[in-house]
């Protein structure tokens, strides 16, 4: 992968994480499959948001079973 790949595939991430943060500001706690399901983003990006948000210390994700659910601070 070239150096502007890699750039602009951190973008996109970057990108995602704000569409996260907004949309459980927005709407409350989801679970990943429902997040990913209503940003219409591909889950392993959400995913991906979901650690950028996790290391800034701006989400927490909580254990429900077999589900997790991901909220904001």
Known sequence: MSTGAMTS???RIGE???KVW????????????K?????GEPR???MLAIGWLAR??????????RA???SLK
Do not use: C
Not at 23 to 28: A, P, Q, R, S, Y
Not at 56 to 64: P, R, S, T, Y
């Open 9 to 11: 595939f951190i973008g």
């Open 16 to 18: 995602t994480a704000g």
């Open 22 to 33: 907004h949309h459980l500001h927005d709407h409350g706690p989801r679970s990943l499959t």
């Open 35 to 39: 997040l990913a399901l209503e940003l």
């Open 44 to 46: 392993d990006l959400v």
């Open 56 to 65: 800034e210390d701006k989400v927490e994700i909580i254990e429900d079973g």
């Open 68 to 70: 997790r659910l991901i």
